[in-house]
């Protein structure tokens, strides 16, 4: 009965959406800006700040030319579509004037007077600076043009009619500029702008209501992304070792940190792109996530002990012996020729659902294309799901000293389903 209720409410603030369209697209074009009018200092740090945005992991399809669009984003309303983003005149946003840009990344309103589904981060961009968001627009600008149309959205009904965004931006958008809170270090209110604006984190990290929109009141609390959890980055923070500003800008930079583990799944891209961008910036980040977690208990403090006696954990030992210990072994790690971090320290182990883990045995953790990483083989195929769900309790049991998660195995035909149906 809520549902429809906020559905009327949505349909109704569709209508004066409608009426405030017209207003906004009322404006006369304004010329875009020459591609030589740029400084070389200003593109450069567009390209830093475009990297602490995902711009290109978002626009870019595998394969596909650097911001031209197309990559599918699924949501649980149907198939969102990237748009092209380089600066081609017909299909891409060539003749967008800074304004026009500045307008999109504040409102996600697009150069037409459309809204824009929140698919696009706008709910974080609109925390960026003006003068942020003239770099990144100098750094897009100034990319090749790539002559390219993108498929048409895929929504479902009334997802698919725009006009009712604007309902959903009352109830749910909050506008404006990231607000510096005077009693914290300037390093700290960097890395918090930074982490709520063009980082976005929330967006995977936050759980989302029925209508897509962040829980404002679980901010970073853990969410969904893919298929995979978004681990929380609060105090709820399921972590076994507490993290440091070193080990936390070490793993956002390089993807690994020996005492927590390798980033895998949706949250490699990011790490890839943060790769690029200046240390201190990536360290103020660190700096602030690491006083959202702050009293968080470690998971071993958490838990007690389950006994071993059960034969099911015991089937599940023995695949860990034949499948996993030649280098997940705790007592060969020092002379194995693989380099792996002991498997009681890894947060998926300890997450509160058993998807990061199944991925990670089902698909295997591989380097991100042309780099060098971490590399795991996957097991799907060579496990029957009795056999997988035996192991992830044995993997729970022993390694996080947890009671063994539920529904492994719908959890398991749902991520292979996922992944055949992308394929098609
Ligand atoms: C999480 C994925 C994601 C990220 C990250 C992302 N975008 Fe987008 N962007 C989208 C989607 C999806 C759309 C289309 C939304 C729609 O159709 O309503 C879009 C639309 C746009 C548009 C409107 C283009 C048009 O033709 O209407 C611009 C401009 C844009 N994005 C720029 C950026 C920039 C700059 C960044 C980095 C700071 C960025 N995006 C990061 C997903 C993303
Ligand atoms: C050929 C070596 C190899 C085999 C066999 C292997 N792994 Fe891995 N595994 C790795 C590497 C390398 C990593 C990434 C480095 C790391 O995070 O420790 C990894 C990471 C993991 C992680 C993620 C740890 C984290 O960082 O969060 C889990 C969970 C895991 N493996 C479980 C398994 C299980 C269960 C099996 C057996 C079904 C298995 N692995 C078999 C090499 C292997
Ligand atoms: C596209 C979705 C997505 C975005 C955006 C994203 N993450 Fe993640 N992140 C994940 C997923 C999924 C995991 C769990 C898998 C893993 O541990 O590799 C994760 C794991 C992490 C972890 C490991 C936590 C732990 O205790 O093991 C940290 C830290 C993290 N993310 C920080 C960030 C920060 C900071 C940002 C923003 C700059 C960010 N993430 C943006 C999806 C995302």
Not at 168 to 176: A, E, V
Not at 222 to 245: C, F, I, K, Q, R
Request: glycine content about 10%; aromatic content about 8%; proline content about 7%.
């Amino acid at each position: 009965m809520r549902t429809r209720s906020l559905l009327v409410g949505l349909a109704m603030s569709a209508v004066t959406a409608a009426v405030s369209i017209e207003s906004v697209s009322g404006q006369a074009p304004a010329a875009p800006a020459a591609k030589r009018s740029f400084d070389g200092a200003l593109i450069a740090r567009g390209a830093e700040l475009s990297a602490i945005g995902g711009c290109a992991g978002c626009h870019t399809q595998r394969g596909g030319k650097s911001f031209a669009g197309g990559l599918p984003l699924k949501t649980p309303f149907g198939v969102i579509y990237s748009t092209n983003i380089t600066p081609d005149l017909e299909t891409g946003i060539g003749a967008w004037a800074e304004s026009d840009f500045l307008r999109v990344m504040h409102d996600g309103i697009d150069r037409a007077g459309r809204n824009l589904y929140p698919a696009f981060p706008f709910d974080h961009f609109t925390r960026v600076t003006d003068d942020d968001v003239k770099a990144i627009y100098a750094f897009i600008m100034t990319r090749d043009p790539a002559h390219s149309t993108v498929p048409a959205n895929r929504l479902v009904f009334p997802m698919n009619f725009r006009p009712l965004l604007s309902g959903w931006k009352t109830l749910y958008f909050d506008r404006g500029v990231y607000r510096r809170d005077p009693t914290r270090s300037a390093e700290w209110n960097r890395g918090a702008y930074l982490v709520e604006g063009l980082g976005h984190c929330g967006a995977c990290h936050t759980p989302r209501n029925a209508f897509g929109a962040e829980r404002k009141n679980d901010a970073l609390g853990g969410g969904d992304a893919e298929g995979w959890h978004a681990t929380a980055l609060d105090a709820s923070s399921p972590a076994p070792n507490a993290w440091t500003v070193d080990q936390l800008t070490r793993y956002l930079r390089r993807g690994h940190d020996d005492s927590h583990g390798t980033a895998a799944g949706p949250m490699s891209p990011v790490v890839h792109e943060l790769s690029e961008v200046p240390e201190e910036d990536v360290r103020a980040m660190a700096t602030y996530l690491v006083t959202l977690m702050a009293g968080a208990t470690p998971a071993f403090a958490r838990t007690s002990p389950t006994s071993l006696d059960d034969s099911r954990i015991l089937s599940g030992a023995a695949i860990f012996g034949g499948t996993c210990a030649t280098c997940h072994d705790e007592s060969a790690s020092a002379g194995s020729s693989v380099h792996t971090v002991p498997l009681k320290l890894a947060t998926s182990i300890h997450a509160p659902d058993p998807r990061n883990v199944l991925h990670i045995v089902l698909e295997g953790i591989w380097p991100e294309p042309g780099e060098k990483g971490a590399l795991m083989p996957g097991f799907e195929g060579a496990l029957t799901d009795e056999q997988l769900a035996s192991l992830l309790a044995y993997l729970r049991v022993h390694f996080a000293k947890g009671a063994p998660w539920p529904d492994i195995s719908r959890h398991a035909r749902d991520i292979i389903q996922h992944k055949h149906g992308n394929e098609r």
